[in-house]
């Protein structure tokens, strides 16, 4: 395992740690964008709707939530796709691997994949960033600092934001972790993007054994980091909370 060594695939004819080399540069291509949305839009979102709890915006957001959370991310990109590439053909029908990564063309492409992957993974984060933020927002440091005169903003962002993030990183961990090993493999079969979820699909169709293991030894790993910087989060959020005598 540390040597890299993790066999030979017969499906591809060439060793394993080769395969998913190749496969994760396009992975990552939509995954980065994807997860940098995600961590940002879903938090803001949630505390701008405990914010205006009950108005159109709130409900606005909610239903926004729901839509992502309830459908298919597979058949929602097939749909995206059937509009957006075969009706009004704005977006090629599958993916093109000889444009450049840093390109329009390249981030045209990804739009649609990265955009159903946003909304499948938003959803849940933003609820529960409502749902921790409305705790926060009538708390009394809170009307302490509406007292000092501090702007809405600045309160939001210093004494709503950060202690509604320790419980969040929970969900945004768990959510992001399945959607990567989940959803993205159907993503990458419906656009044709030759990732690691399509590598590992083509291995499981050829019964190539060492790319399976190899592909889900990636997966594992990619799991055992996101909980341990969730528990390194934890620390940098929450003062209080300290590993030193563990």
């Known amino acids: 395992m540390y040597t890299l060594d993790w066999g030979w695939s017969m499906s591809r004819s060439q060793p394993v740690i080769e395969a998913v080399k190749q496969s994760l540069y396009y992975t990552a291509q939509y995954s980065i964008p994807w997860t940098i949305l995600t961590v940002i839009l879903g938090p803001l979102v949630g505390v701008y709707s405990a914010a205006n709890m009950y108005s159109w915006k ?3 957001a909610t239903g926004f939530a729901f839509f992502g959370f309830a459908i298919p991310n597979f058949f929602f990109g097939i ?3 059937l509009i957006f590439g075969v009706w009004l053909e704005v977006i090629p029908i599958t993916y093109d691997t000889t444009v450049p990564v840093f390109s329009i063309e390249n981030a045209i492409q990804l739009t649609i994949p990265v955009f159903v992957l946003v909304t499948g993974s938003i959803g849940a984060v933003m609820r529960v960033s ?6 926060f927002q009538n708390a009394d ?3 302490t600092a509406k007292a000092k005169g501090v702007s809405p903003l600045r309160a939001y962002a210093y004494h709503v934001m950060r202690p509604t993030l320790v419980p969040l990183s929970t969900t945004l961990v768990g959510q992001l ?6 959803s993205s493999l159907l993503v990458e079969v419906v656009f044709a993007i030759p990732g690691l979820g399509r590598l590992t699909y083509e291995a499981l169709v050829a019964q190539d054994t060492n790319l399976v293991l190899g592909t889900t030894l990636f997966f594992t790993f990619v799991a055992v980091i996101g909980n341990l910087l969730e528990d390194l989060v ?10 030193d005598d563990r």
């Open 58 to 60: 709130d409900h606005l």
């Open 79 to 81: 749909i995206l796709l």
């Open 130 to 135: 409502r749902n921790e933020s409305a705790e």
């Open 141 to 143: 440091f809170m009307k």
């Open 177 to 182: 972790l399945a959607l990567f090993l989940g």
């Open 234 to 243: 934890f620390t940098v959020l929450d003062p209080r909370i300290s590993y």
